[in-house]
């Protein structure tokens, strides 16, 4: 499986070709770090460590450190979606894809820093960890596609920070129901906003999972906010989730 | 706005990153240096191997960075000019993506190559979401965004393939 990463700089005026060469060299970490991410957790590859966790061909102490760092934080999160995030519970073994791909993609962000750098965006595949803004000081925005009606968006959210939206109106997106143990979503799409991509990534599946009860273990996350859309089109979300206000109505 | 995308090609275990910088002055440009971006040779990548019997309508794009060098920019008369965007992965196979562009504007989206491996269902997915998400493209221009998050894999993959198409032509 193939997940196609962009990654949007945006500089202030008139950035020179020294700053242009160490973009270049902070986007090749960003690449490194994304291509290190699939080596280490792509359960498609058999001999990637955590396959070989999975099938009991190295123990967790004899992965490299990454996979104990991703662990850790599942468990976290887990706990923090009340076990409707749960790795652990996926049939064919621990299975942290739903937190790994934001992770990494927060981690790639990471390794853009400088003075003339006004913001970033790194997109993998509609899960997106971002730092500044717009140059004109303009928050970031986002659309969210509208599950019902994919060639519509249903909102658009200033992001501050990192958004995952996780869903299960399409086939291939199996949502597992840890306490079913079989596929089961309740909601069509739920979309969490937050400091950290990881984290969002792993509370979208699990709110997508429970549904509109889920709005009850991110509301107490401070700085974590969440939109669901449900089967029939309603919209609940978060007291502060960032809606962005726009010209018009969106068509639904 | 000026846009220098460094195109990255090749992947490893398929992952690629594509660099646009946005600077706040200097007139539109495609980029001159493009081409010479480190390939890093391979690849390798999201473009999955067509199924047995599968659909394959149009020329399929090479999962690299070369479909975005300004070469793949087909110019027309007028300042209308098309990209193709790389090929990626969608819900039943693989996808890619072509743009056409006058200024900023986009005029029309559309699928520049699909294989879906023969899959029987995603007939359905090719007739009917494919042209959904040709609408959406159009319409999420006149909002004013930077990136869609979606559930959908089929969407995010075709999103990913027209922001590629895009930066390459610099019309974003």
């Known amino acids: 499986m193939g997940t196609i990463v962009t990654i949007d700089v945006y500089t202030a005026a008139g950035v020179t070709d020294a700053e242009v060469a160490e973009l270049c060299e902070q986007l090749d970490r960003a690449r490194s770090v994304l291509h290190h991410a699939d080596e280490v957790f792509s359960t498609w590859q058999p001999h990637s460590p955590i396959s070989r966790l999975r099938s009991a061909e190295i123990t967790r102490a004899q992965a490299p450190a990454e996979v104990a760092e991703v662990l850790e934080r599942c468990a976290t999160a887990r706990d923090l979606s009340g076990g409707w995030f749960d790795p652990w519970a996926m049939p064919g073994g621990i299975d942290p894809t739903g937190y790994v791909k934001g992770w990494a993609a927060q981690n790639a962000l990471a390794a853009f820093s400088a003075e003339y750098i006004v913001g970033a965006i790194v997109n993998a595949a509609g899960d997106i960890a971002s730092l500044g803004s717009l140059r004109n000081g303009e928050p970031f925005r986002i659309g969210i596609v509208d599950p019902l009606a994919p060639r519509q968006l249903a909102e658009i959210v200033d992001l501050t920070g990192a958004i995952a939206t996780s869903g299960s109106y399409e086939r291939g997106n199996h949502l597992i129901d840890p306490h079913l143990g079989c596929p089961c979503a309740r909601a069509a799409s739920a979309s969490v906003t937050g400091p950290d991509l990881g984290l969002a990534d792993a509370l979208a599946t699990g709110l997508a999972v429970a549904g509109t009860p889920g709005l009850a273990f991110i509301e107490p996350l401070d700085k974590y906010e969440a939109l669901i859309i449900g089967f029939d089109g309603s919209r609940r979300c978060t007291e502060g989730f960032p809606l962005a206000p726009h010209q018009g109505t969106l068509p639904h | ?172």
Request: glycine fraction near 12%; hydrophobic fraction near 40%.
């Open chain 2, 1 to 172: 706005m000026r846009r220098t995308p460094i195109v990255i090609g090749g992947t490893v275990a398929g992952l690629v990153g594509v660099l646009a910088f946005h600077t706040k002055s200097a007139p539109l440009s495609l980029p001159a240096a493009a081409g010479a971006a480190p390939a890093a040779g391979s690849a390798a990548g999201p473009a999955a191997s067509p199924g047995p019997g599968g659909t394959r309508k149009g020329a399929s794009q090479p999962a690299s960075g070369t479909s975005l060098s300004p070469s793949s920019a087909a110019q027309q008369a007028s300042g209308v000019r098309t990209a193709v965007g790389p090929a990626v992965n969608y819900s039943y196979g693989v996808l890619s993506v072509k743009v056409t562009v006058s200024g900023r504007k986009i005029l029309r989206v559309g699928i520049a190559s699909i294989d879906d491996g023969g899959n029987p269902r995603s007939q359905y997915i090719d007739e009917q979401s494919i042209p959904m998400l040709e609408q959406q493209a159009i319409q999420a221009q006149s909002y004013n965004i930077q990136g869609v998050s979606g559930a959908s894999y089929t969407s995010a993959g075709f999103a990913q393939s027209l922001q590629s198409a895009l930066r390459s032509l610099s019309a974003k």
